[in-house]
T-cell receptor, first 114, second 118 residues
């Protein structure tokens, strides 16, 4: 079985300050991990993915995430938040074979204050 | 590429009526997924297809829900009869196939169909 836990349902930061969105996963297989972003009234968009290559993964819009197997974590970070980063972020896990459907976390709403 | 196209974007209907949601996946994508999103339950996978064949429909809530994919460029999700608790945003997503993997996990989502059942 696989699961993903997003530790914060809501995160609020000031523009220009760092962003940290936390995600822990559980998987019986070697996982693939993803972060998706959803802006208001839009569909989800892939931000970045980890598929057993480099443990530090860079994505779009300056976001990156680090896969830490010992901690079963895949936290999303950005050095400096921008107003346009305000959105909902989903951590997603899939087993490496891809035969299981993706498992989505419950989401973290990021608010960016001016 | 036009992306995944869903219609209608908004649907308001009365309880008991039939609702049909439509999806056109990205050309060349082998996988198609239907998700439902609500505040209470988050994002739920309803069903997914591989090469037009339903692979896993365990997320379909009840017999009132049905999904078809008659060809590689079109899928429908039907609710009959609809109930107020079906109110949600329904997303369609498609995914390409990479060699060595059944599904890369890179989903391309449509903008969703917002359903309100009164």
């Amino acid at each position: 079985a696989q699961s993903v836990t997003q530790l914060d349902s809501h995160v609020s930061v000031s523009e220009g300050t760092p962003v940290l969105l936390r995600c822990n996963y559980s998987s019986s297989y070697s996982p693939s991990l993803f972060w998706y972003v959803q802006h208001p009234n839009k569909g989800l968009q892939l931000l970045l993915k980890y598929t057993s290559a480099a443990t530090l993964v860079k994505g779009i819009n300056g976001f990156e995430a680090e896969f830490k197997k010992s901690e079963t974590s895949f936290h999303l970070t950005k050095p400096s938040a921008h107003m346009s980063d305000a959105a909902e972020y989903f951590c997603v896990v899939s087993d490496a074979t891809g035969r299981r459907a993706l498992t989505f976390g419950s989401g973290t709403r990021l608010q960016v204050q001016p | 590429d036009a992306g995944v196209i869903q219609s209608p974007r908004h649907e308001v209907t009365e309880m008991g009526q039939e609702v049909t949601l439509r999806c056109k996946p990205i050309s060349g994508h082998d996988y198609l997924f239907w998700y439902r999103q609500t505040m209470m339950r988050g994002l739920e996978l309803l069903i997914y297809f591989n090469n037009n064949v339903p692979i896993d429909d365990s997320g379909m809530p009840e017999d009132r829900f049905s999904a078809k994919m008659p060809n590689a460029s079109f899928s429908t999700l039907k609710i009959q009869p609809s109930e107020p608790r079906d109110s949600a945003v329904y997303f369609c997503a498609s995914s390409p196939r990479r060699s060595g993997y059944a599904n890369t996990g890179e989903l391309f989502f449509g903008e969703g169909s917002r359903l309100t059942v009164l």
